[in-house]
């Protein structure tokens, strides 16, 4: 019995360590006037993200997806996070993320 209780800790703690290491820690405030917006861009105009390209797979339903990116925002295209931070492309919920710790949220 204390054999089963130690994995389960063992199992919980990593779980959990895990879920602390893909939330995204937050960011610090800019510094006032010293950050500069090239000029023509507008201030609240949000990032373009950029991401590493990882191709493309063939769905169960026969359809051409893109593979989970790592990204520095999320994508406008992109329809759940995965766990271990990767942006999925997925069409169907299903077996979305199961590379990737499975999905911490949807988009």
């Known amino acids: 019995m204390p054999l089963r209780r130690l994995i389960i800790v063992l199992s919980l703690s990593f779980l959990l360590s895990q879920q ?7 960011q ?4 006032g006037s010293s950050a500069r ?13 950029r991401c590493k390209d990882n191709g ?13 990116e790592n990204c520095t925002t999320a994508p406008q295209t992109a329809t759940a996070q995965c766990r271990d931070g990767t942006y999925s492309f997925s069409t169907s919920r299903r077996g979305t993320c199961s590379h990737h710790g499975g999905v911490a949220k949807w988009l």
């Not at 602390?20 to 937050?26: C, D, F």
């Not at 610090?28 to 510094?31: G, K, N, T």
């Not at 339903?61 to 989970?68: A, I, M």
């Open 37 to 49: 917006q090239p000029s023509g861009t507008p201030s609240n105009s949000p990032a373009k993200p």
């Open 20 to 26: 602390l290491l893909t939330q995204s820690p937050s």
């Open 56 to 68: 493309t797979y063939v769905n169960s339903k026969g359809q051409t997806v893109k593979r989970p």
């Open 28 to 31: 610090a405030p800019s510094s």
